[in-house]
């Protein structure tokens, strides 16, 4: 029997949806050639059965491939296009309201909720004028938009904002080593007095190396 298998070739080809799918599966097998089965299943859209019937070659092969996709590390996907609606990147970070801030800070390192600080993230683009775009105002609720978003953008996006952290200055990154673990209350504060990117990108920080995400 012929197998017709197409193998995305970017992670613009990968959704969200389908990368939580995989963690979950990931979570409960310990079997490497039956995860390598779902990886193929999930991600290049073939039914299980089928799958099994692929040379073990080919199979490692495909599976080394999308591998060294998530092993890259994306420029900041800036637009993408979602059920023919333009999605921008937060044009401008430093004015996050505290609300979104609050939303930023809790879900950017939780894979089951993730969808929600992208949603914070990127939004649709309301205006538009060359290289500059307004963006439309965060609404609760919208999340679930974003599950089937590019994993580029995803992963571009959380390795943005990590690299904000490398701009620092040795004396800001030994400030943000001192930040850990302070609480979400004492976040609030800062934000109010107006030191609010310092303790952002410190939650940043933890929550990247939790993630368990390459930072080399």
């Not at 894979?111 to 609404?139: F, G, S, T």
Request: with cysteine; aromatic share 8%.
């Amino acid at each position: 029997m012929k197998i017709d298998i197409t193998v995305p070739n970017n992670l613009n080809e990968i959704t969200l949806r389908q990368y939580k799918h995989f963690l979950k599966i990931q979570k409960n097998v310990d079997d490497e050639k039956f995860l390598n089965a779902k990886i193929i299943e999930i991600f290049c859209g073939v039914k299980l059965p089928h799958v099994m019937r692929l040379k073990v070659t080919d199979t490692e092969l495909i599976v080394k491939t999308l591998t060294e996709m998530f092993e890259q590390k994306p420029r900041l996907l800036k637009h993408f296009k979602l059920n023919g609606v333009s999605y921008g990147f937060h044009p401008q970070l430093d004015d996050l309201t505290l609300g979104e801030y609050i939303d930023l800070d809790t879900f950017i390192g939780d894979w089951e909720n993730i969808e929600k600080a992208m949603a914070v993230l990127y939004r649709p683009v309301v205006n538009r004028l060359k290289d500059k775009y307004i963006i439309e105002e965060y609404k609760l609720g919208k999340d679930d938009l974003l599950l089937d978003m590019p994993m580029e953008a995803v992963l571009s996006s959380i390795f943005f904002l990590w690299n904000l952290g490398l701009d620092l200055s040795e004396a800001m990154m030994k400030y943000l080593e001192k930040a850990e673990g302070q609480t979400l209350t004492k976040h609030h504060n800062s934000l109010l007095n107006g030191d609010g990117t310092t303790q952002f990108l410190a939650s940043l920080v933890e929550t990247l190396q939790d993630m368990k995400i390459s930072l080399n």
